[in-house]
């Protein structure tokens, strides 16, 4: 089983249709942003319309889609009300889209769900129950991968034990975790709810010239204000591996983009947070900056261009380090080889 029950209950009749007005409290707000999402909005909008959770809205903003995903999603707000489309006239990024929806929201609790990926019914009613009981400003579950044609379940993508606990996860310790890893994939990848008073107070937005690991960004700007992150082991929240989606190790310009990230959000936050803190972040920046370099190395090496990989060998890639990255790469393929010839493995984290 991917998932025990966790000790509290919540309902589980069928969510009954609610039509929100304005005079009423709505307990949570589902921001989509969407962006040539017609193969997988209407998956997104059914799970957010099956929540347990008493009131919820469900808020989607159409990013200067060019296909379908306007038209599907207004079919959807026609047959419930609680469902609210906005359109942005041109593709701003996810950052944007998000900032949009923060600021028409009127859910106690912000709940992300990007427009491929769904959740299980009970996700935002027991997240908020944690976040209620702990006082915590966010809360986070585990995330299961799952596949996008048939929703099939792949695994976890964080282990149990670094979830497992029984108090909040301050920033130093969340920093460590966005360390880069061959093992577990930064925590940057998490979803939590977030309380809408705490983004209000402190005026947190989401960095619109982001557009790859804004998540990541947003999360330690709340956490370098102040905000109580509860996390659970429980995985409620479904992750989609689309066949089109490209790894952030494989694509030189996107490791650049995210190192240059990486160290603005260290200066961005240096007043406001502990030494220990932007040392984790900082090493963060310079593995980035090393795999940056690994994969124009490697990319070298393919297109036989000798000297150019020549060069950064004695530049900024150490001996060591690239003797490192093609001895796990060649493990990693060794893996996913048995992996794939022994479906009892098939999903587990290589």
Known sequence: M?????????????????????????????????????????????AAQKQTVQAVEILVV??????????????VAQRDPRVRLFRQPTNRGPSAARNRA?????????????ADDTMDPERIARLIALGNRHKADLVADNIVRQTLADRVALGL????????????????????????????????????????????????????AIWCGEDSYFTTLCLAHGAVLWTTAEAYYRYTMRSDSLSYRDDPEILAELERQSRRLVDEIRP??????????????????????????????????IGEAWNLVWGPLPVPYILHRLLTAMTRRLNNRGHQLDPQRAGEMP
């Open 157 to 208: 993508v964080f282990p149990r034990a670094m979830f497992e606990r029984d108090r909040p996860m301050p920033l130093p310790e969340y920093a460590w975790h966005e360390r880069i890893s061959d093992e577990v994939p930064p925590i940057g990848f998490i979803h939590p709810i977030i309380r809408r008073s705490f983004v209000e107070r402190h005026g947190v937005r989401y960095p619109e």
């Open 62 to 75: 159409d990013d200067g889609s060019t296909d379908g995903t306007r038209a599907l999603v207004e079919a």
């Open 272 to 305: 406001m947070v502990d030494g220990v803190t932007l040392g984790h972040l900082s090493k963060r920046a310079d593995d980035l900056g090393r795999m940056y370099h690994y994969r124009r190395f490697t990319q070298a090496l393919k297109d036989r261009q």
């Open 2 to 46: 991917l998932r025990r029950v966790p000790p509290w209950s919540v309902r589980t009749h069928p969510p009954r249709i609610w039509s929100v007005s304005l005079s009423e409290r709505v307990d949570a707000s589902v921001v989509i942003p969407a962006y040539n999402a017609e193969a997988f909005i209407v998956d997104a909008l059914a």
């Open 102 to 114: 923060f600021d028409e929201a009127r859910g106690d609790w912000l709940v992300l769900l990007d």
